[in-house]
């Protein structure tokens, strides 16, 4: 009788013992794959928002390339002789479907931060901003030049008009075409500058987001590519 007693209690302990074990470790391995779990999603997160925000630069990058090129060839022509003497006003048209503006989340902006290249944040952190004033720069000077256009008496010959001013109607409108050539300078110079910026960012972008979040993504312009 003792012995079975004991027999019985060692066998219990023994029992209880190795359920033990095993609710431990099948304890653990759930708590290691909802860890992986929650690894899993917590990179699908950032590859999401590094996505997003590649996507972004592209999308300024290329709207900048397309003003400034639009530029290029509008103020090319004072170098031709048929317009050797008009002024850049004359020359530069309005860009038809301007695009829409660009915003960073917070979400994309802090992904980036953690990857800690605080050059490229601060390089980037601004783009959204100097994509939407150009944007804005290009619609003041559309409504400039049709405001100047509708002061402007023209004898049409075709799609080309003449225009012909007194004295007086021309010391009224001068300071105003000056001015319209003034900003279509400046916006000429700031294209060719944020272009060229925004060229250098979205390579540096694409680069680390391809070596800390393994995107596998190849940035390359198709406009440079076409030239």
């Known amino acids: 009788m003792p012995n079975e007693f004991w027999a019985a209690i060692v066998g219990a302990v023994i029992g ?3 359920g033990g074990i095993m609710a431990y470790y099948i304890q653990l391995k759930a708590l290691r794959a909802s860890s992986e779990n929650r690894e899993k999603d917590s990179k699908e ?4 928002l590094g996505y997003a925000l590649l996507f972004k630069m592209v999308r300024i990058h290329t709207t900048i390339k397309h003003m400034q090129i639009h530029m290029t060839e ?3 022509k004072l170098q031709e002789e048929e317009y050797a003497e008009w002024e850049p006003w004359q ?6 479907n301007l695009a829409e503006s660009i915003h960073f989340s917070t979400d994309e902006m ?9 050059d490229l944040f601060n390089d980037l ?3 959204d901003v100097i994509h939407n004033s150009t944007i804005e720069l290009f619609r003041t000077f559309s409504n400039s030049r049709i405001s100047l256009l509708a002061m402007l008496p023209a004898n049409m010959d075709g799609m080309v008009g003449e225009i012909r001013l007194s004295q007086e109607q021309a010391m009224y ?3 105003k075409m000056v001015e319209l050539n003034s900003l279509i300078l400046s916006i000429n110079e700031r294209c ?16 680390i987001l391809n070596d800390k979040l393994e995107l596998a993504v190849s940035v390359a312009s198709k406009l440079e590519a076409d030239a």
Do not use: H, Y
Request: aromatic fraction near 4%.
């Open 110 to 118: 802090a992904m980036l931060l953690a990857l800690k290249d605080d």
């Open 74 to 76: 509008c103020l090319g």
């Open 91 to 96: 020359v530069t048209l309005p860009v038809a």
């Open 192 to 207: 060719i500058q944020d272009e060229q910026a925004a060229w250098n960012v979205l390579g540096k972008l694409n680069e």
């Open 16 to 18: 209880a013992i190795a």
């Open 125 to 127: 952190s601004s783009f």
């Open 45 to 48: 997160r950032k590859m999401a």
């Open 173 to 175: 409108v001068r300071p």
